[in-house]
């Protein structure tokens, strides 16, 4: 990669991102996660999934790095990776944690009101079995039930996608957001992907005592990605399972990969480090 920063960070997206869709496995882009280590290039994990779901995930890629849960929830760093820890942070169970959410219960009250203001119904994980979420996401029971395990951000589902902007106002007048992930709707605290991305980068700067030493790509796929996308050097979007891009996620200097989720994800990340 010819670049004249002294560190290259990747952010990326999970799902439908660098895990496939169907079978949620990261396969596809064996060969470009083992460039990135071998370039020295650091990959923060930004993801609608919770801490109890990315933890495995973690060990299974050998991931070290920060990573951003439930739509930028939290900021997770190992306990080390930095010369210092953050301001801001708590130091717990081997992490120095920021927290940016709203907490669950406010988002699972604020839905039921929603819910009667609008009278309508609004299906969310917290309304959910183990086996309900297990069919939807096609996880397997045990990792469905780690899905559930939230403390930021609310999955849900629509009956009627049209009505979906005005749970976004009524979201909106309670100081909390909505988004569209590629499976599910979202309901989080007045903080997105974005702004967590953002203070880790700040940190990272400062982390290095120069403003102007460090290159940043993002990678993902869908509505909920844009935030961060837009905060980095290089935004680059995968296909959805469909093969498109989404249309609703354009940025200046957009790369857009030309594969699906960990196949579009292998070949833009490998077309950078080679470049």
């Known amino acids: 990669m010819n670049s004249t920063a002294d560190t290259v960070v990747l952010i990326s997206d999970l799902d439908g991102t660098l895990l496939d869709t169907a079978t949620y496995s990261s396969k596809a882009a064996t060969e470009a996660l083992t460039a990135l280590k071998a370039e020295g290039i650091s990959l923060v994990l930004s993801s609608s999934k919770t801490r109890a779901e990315m933890e495995p995930i973690r060990k299974r890629l050998a991931h070290e790095g920060p990573f951003i849960v439930e739509n930028g929830g939290a900021l997770f760093i190992p306990h080390g990776f930095f010369r210092y820890a953050p301001e801001g942070s708590t130091s717990r169970e ?6 940016f959410g709203a907490s669950y ?4 009250a604020a839905m039921k009101e929603i819910e009667r203001v609008l009278k309508i119904t609004i299906r969310g994980f917290g309304d959910m079995s183990v086996e309900e979420v297990s069919k939807l996401t096609g996880l397997a029971p045990d990792e469905a039930m780690l899905a559930k395990q939230r403390e930021y951000d609310e999955p849900f589902v629509l009956e009627d996608r049209e009505i979906f902007p005005l749970i976004c106002r009524e979201a909106a007048q309670r100081g909390l957001m909505c988004t569209k992930g590629g499976q599910f709707y ?3 605290g007045p903080r997105d992907k974005g702004h967590a991305c953002r203070v880790l980068l700040q940190h990272w700067r400062d982390q290095m005592n120069t403003g102007t030493g460090l290159l940043t790509i993002g990678i993902g796929d869908s509505a909920n990605d844009l935030p961060m996308l837009a905060v980095v050097d290089q935004p680059i979007l995968v296909q959805g399972p469909d093969g498109t891009h989404d249309p609703t996620v354009r940025l ?6 030309p594969g699906v989720g960990p196949v579009g994800w292998n070949a833009a990340v490998l077309k950078l480090v080679h470049t």
């Open 252 to 257: 200046p200097h957009m790369i857009y990969a």
């Open 94 to 99: 081997g992490y120095e944690i920021i927290e």
């Open 105 to 108: 219960r406010s988002l699972r």
């Open 186 to 188: 979202h309901l989080l």
